[in-house]
């Protein structure tokens, strides 16, 4: 029985990762799609993203199949509601990577994002890159450096999303439209909510290997 | 054995009830403050968050400590693992409502939301407190016919999510200024998001009671 467990949790571990790197792939792509008008990147990444979805469900199936066929109990028991929770932040940063290509695809042929806030887009694209290979390696390797290094990237695109507001708002430049206006607003939230879950599931896996949450969110 | 994994369920779905109708003061007050421009209400909802975050963190040890202690299978553990889910939900619910609460904040004491768009607006914040109010009713009543209703307001809120849009680009009527545009892009879509909470909420009660969920998001 607890070499099942053990070859089925690696097995988790190893899906999870998986789960990570199609959410690299979504993102990237998103945010090529986005700067770039790149209709048939932004069309890959909404087909795709059901796809993030199925290993969710099938994630979700095995983990309560393991819940109930091997009753773990205490840091076994933590590990697999950890793994619930982290592909629920995962299928989450999927939905964000394709709201972000949905925004590129309405736009299309026109860039949705004006050339005055086309950098500060390229740095939060290149900060949820970041996050996104991070979560990835972090899950495959426990490294909890690189913890660190996705709360200072999420640190980033917290910034940045502020400056967002200011670009928005600020006096001087060329007007906005309404609708730039209403795509910026939506695509740094995004961008700062794909943060946000990265920091999520880099916490799991710190709590993981030292029993500490970072946070007040509670402790799985 | 069986008689305190009983009692412990039923006070699992007490707590969730107890918490949707937090909720729902969170909700109902957030929007009276966007709507008032009332500055004492939406300080309120802001302190108040963490006391569902609390409770949260609260159903979650003990779902986890059920796992643990009891080892429940088949439909006991669906109700345990969807607890978790639902206390997830409503936790996401809380923290919209005080976003809500945080935009009249900002704006104070001016009211956020120009006049063109405060019908629409009191449309959602009347939506959504029915969602809100619907949500604890299930919880409390598992009436299935009042989770169709939970979707019929959901879909009225995304209607309304889409009309904030047509305010914000629409030709004719006063011009609004780049904050007033953001301010109800951001509230806009926290309304929405809030209702896609309350209907996630309402299809893990129905599959607990029929086996049944209602989308493709997966059965737990």
Chains 1, 2 share one sequence.
Do not use: N, W
């Amino acid at each position: 029985m607890r070499d099942i467990f053990t070859a089925e949790l690696a097995a988790l571990g190893e899906d999870l990762a998986a789960m990570s790197r199609l959410v690299e792939s979504a993102i990237a792509s998103a945010g090529t799609a986005l700067l770039e008008a790149d209709l048939a990147l932004a069309e890959t990444v909404i087909a795709d993203d059901h796809t993030i979805d199925a290993v969710e469900r099938d994630l979700d199936e095995r983990c309560v199949a393991l819940l109930a066929q091997q009753q773990p109990v205490a840091g076994d028991l933590r590990q697999v509601v950890s793994a619930l929770r982290m592909s629920a932040s995962l299928e989450r940063m999927g939905d964000l990577a394709r709201h972000v290509a949905e925004v590129a695809r309405l736009r299309y042929p026109d860039k949705a994002l004006p050339e005055p806030v086309t950098d500060l887009f390229r740095q939060m694209h290149d900060g949820a890159v970041r996050v996104s290979q991070e979560v990835t390696t972090v899950l495959e390797t426990k490294d909890l450096e690189l913890a660190g290094a996705i709360e200072r990237d999420d640190d980033l695109l917290d910034t940045l999303h502020a400056q967002t507001f200011t670009a928005v708002l600020g006096e001087g430049g060329a007007p906005l439209t309404p609708q730039q206006t209403v795509d910026i607003t939506l695509c740094g939230r995004y961008y700062e909510r794909f943060g946000d879950h990265g920091v999520s599931v880099a916490r799991r896996v710190v709590y993981l290997v030292t029993g500490d949450f970072a946070d007040d969110r509670g402790t799985l």
